[in-house]
C-alpha cells in the first residue's frame, strides 16, 4: 500500500498490541487519519493511549467489530482506504472458559469487517488494504525441533487458535472469492509495556511485586518464542506498506525460551529493582495443574520477512524484559486500574477455585 493521504481503520487499538500500533502509525504518519474502534473490553483500556489522544490525526470510536450496522456506519462516515484488524479475545484460558465469546468475536467479528470492506471497496480496490493480525498458534503445537513456516498446515488446539484460525481462513476466503486486496501475519508471543496481567510476563511481575504465588503450568517446560511488542508494531507497518498483496508472513525473533527459566529470570531482574536478596522472589515458584491442552512449543522461522521486506528485530531480549519491567515499576497505577473490577474474579476463578 502507498503511503500517500489514507484513512486508516484499526481495530482493536485500545489493547495491548493495538495500543503500540496506533502510536506508531499515529506518529510516523501524520498525514494518515486513524481511527481506533474498540468495545473496550476488560482487556481495552484508552490510558494505553492517553500520550496520543491529542493528536489531530488520531480518533476514537467505540463500537462491537460484531455490530454489522456499525461497521457500516463507520465505513460510511469515513471512507476507510486500509483497515488493520487486531481486535480479538486473546487469552487461551479464557478461551477454555469461555468459548463463545472467541467464537463471536475473533470468527464473526472478523467476517463483519470482511463484509464491509468489500461493499464498500468492491467498485474500486486499488489501492486498499485489509491486513488481519494473527498468531503462531494456528500451527498447532511443535515437538523439540523444527519451525513454523507459512506452509506449515493450520492445526489449531485452543478455542482460541482455532477461532484465529478460522479467522484467517475468512480473510483467505475473501480474497480468493471476491479478490479483496488482504495481507495476514502470524506472529509469536509479544510482551512489552501496557500487556494486560493475565498473561505469563505481566502476571509474574505483578505477583512478584505483590509477593504473591507465582503459578507455573506443570512443569513450566512450554517452550514460546518472545518478541517485544514494538517489533511486532514495526513488522506490521513493514508488510502493511511493503507486503505483496494476498500473502502472509510469520513475524517472530528466533527467541525461544522454557517458561520456568522465564520466570528464574523475572526474578533475578525483580530481585535487583526491589533490592531483594538474589533468590528470594524465586521462593514463590509454585508448580500449578497444567493448562488443558497445553501446546508444547511454538518457534517461528520469520526468514519470508526477513529476506523479501529487510524486517529484523530491535531488542535482544534481555534488553527488553528489563525495559517490560521497569515500566510495570513506574506504571503501578495503571496496574491497579485494570486490575480492579473483574480481573480478581477471573484471577480466583483459574488459580485459586481450581
Ligand atoms: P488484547 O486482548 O490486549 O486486546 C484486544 C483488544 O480488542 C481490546 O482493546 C479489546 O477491547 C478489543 N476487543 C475485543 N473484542 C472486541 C469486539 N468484539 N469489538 C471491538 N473490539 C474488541 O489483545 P492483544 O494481545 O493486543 O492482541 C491483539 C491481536 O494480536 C489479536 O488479534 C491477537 O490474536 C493477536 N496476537 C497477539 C499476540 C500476543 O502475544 N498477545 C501474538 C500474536 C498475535
Ligand atoms: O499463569 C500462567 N502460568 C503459566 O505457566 C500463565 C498465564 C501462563 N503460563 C504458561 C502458558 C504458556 O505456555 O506460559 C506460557 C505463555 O502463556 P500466555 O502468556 O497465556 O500466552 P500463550 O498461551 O502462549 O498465548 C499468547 O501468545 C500467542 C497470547 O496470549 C496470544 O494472544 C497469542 O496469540
Known sequence: MTTQNKK????????????HVVRLFVKKYPHYLIVNLDALTYAGNLENLKDIEPQPNYLFEKGDITDEARVDELFHKYRFDGVIHLAAESHVDRSILDPLAFVRTNVLGTACLLKSSLAHWKDNMNDKLFYHVSTDEVYGSLGATG?????????????????KASSDHLVMAWHHTYRLPVMLSNCSNNYGSHHFPEKLIPLMINNILNDRPLPVYGKGENVRDWLYVEDHASAIDTIFHRGRTGEKYNIGGFNEWKNIDIV???????DKHLGRPDGASAKLITFVKDRPGHDLRYAIDATKLNKELGWRPSLQFEEGLEKTVTWYLENQDWVKHVTSGDYQKYYDRQYIKR
Open 147 to 163: 519451525f513454523f513456516t507459512e506452509e506449515t498446515p493450520y492445526d489449531p488446539r485452543s478455542p482460541y487458535s482455532a477461532s
Open 264 to 270: 528464574y529470570l523475572l526474578c533475578s531482574i525483580m
Open 8 to 19: 486508516i481503520l484499526i481495530t482493536g487499538g485500545a489493547g495491548f498490541i493495538g495500543s
